[in-house]
């Protein structure tokens, strides 16, 4: 494999308008996730974003800052544009997509994506973890993985992803983490179909690979990392770099 880090970002946001450029700690989070990208070696990082003031933030770093429409309609999409202008002739053939709200990422993490795509039966490679209580299985925010991992494999197909607690029954339940390593091919397929309809009925865009499909690959990681959606978001993880 040949893989490139893509970071998605953009300023809309309607929870949390301008949020790449949020200062935590002294540096803004897109900063923060780009330098845990770098500190991960697993390719060059591009930040492809839809505004220039998030790619005048990294300049200052070793990786590539890359303009696109900021009408896109989503990260995959962005990726994908970005991956265009920085490699028309295709010698990246492995593109993992780093959420750019995730700014205490670990970066140890993130060589673990690559993992299902050493097997041929996977499009998609992809991280869970293991929820923790009742109210994380509960909460809508957190996108739950049905997935079930034998004793003798790392790497379990996904079935289905949706913000209700599933499968149903006893035993472990899969928190998703939405960090994905695609195939070039598989990506390229990905952005030129339309929404599908479970996509649309769970605002989940990863159902759109199992519909037309394609197949994801699930790697085990020790924790979630903290997402930065809401204003208190922010405020938790200002809280978390003071301590």
Known sequence: MNPIVVIPSRLASTRLPAKPLADIGGESMIVRVA?????????????AAGDREILDAVRHLDVMAVMTDPGLASGSDRVHSALEQIDPHKSFDTIINLQGDLPFFEASDLPAVLRPLQEEAFDVGTLVSS?????EAQRASVVKTACAFRSESDVARALYFSRMPIPWGGGPLWHHVGVYAWRRHALERFVSLPPSPLEKRESLEQLRVLEAGMSIGCVRIAHAPFGVDTPEDLMRVRALVKE
């Open 35 to 47: 330098k845990r990208a770098l500190a991960a070696n697993v390719g060059p990082v591009a930040v």
């Open 131 to 135: 929820v923790q209580d009742d109210e």
